[in-house]
Every structure is written in C-alpha cells, then in structure tokens.
C-alpha cells in the first residue's frame, strides 16, 4: 500500500506550533486595501490559531 500523501493546500496554509497548535493566517489581507483602516489591516497582518473544532480535520490533512 502506497504511503498517504499531505494536501497541499493545508501544507501551504497551515504551521504546526512548538505545543501542538495549528496557525494560520487571517483573510481578506490580499487586495483592495484602500477601503480598510490602518487598525483592521495592522490587526489582519498577525497571524491566528485555528479554531478547536477545525484542528482534528486540519491535523488529518497534515497528517499528523
């Protein structure tokens, strides 16, 4: 049997943290810029942790 392939849009998305949690990036950060403040942007530029809920599916597709 052939061994289980990563996806590769989670790889591309998501990093494993030191402790075991998922981080992510937030969306709505890539265009049109103008209309957002400075504070939604500078808010938008951290990155986030995946919620609870999501972090089993997310962990399957990263296999881990």
Do not use: D, E, N
């Given at each position: 049997?052939?061994?289980?392939?990563?996806?590769?849009?989670?790889?591309?998305?998501?990093?494993?943290?030191?402790s075991g949690k998922l981080k992510r990036k937030h969306a709505f950060k890539s265009h049109i810029?103008?209309?957002?403040?400075?504070?939604r942007k500078a808010r938008l530029t951290k990155a986030g942790l995946v919620h609870k809920s999501d972090e089993k599916?997310?962990?399957?597709q990263l296999l881990m």
């Open positions: 049997m052939p061994k289980m392939k990563t996806k590769s849009s989670a790889k591309k998305r998501f990093k494993v943290t030191g810029l103008t209309k957002k403040s400075k504070k599916s997310i962990k399957q």
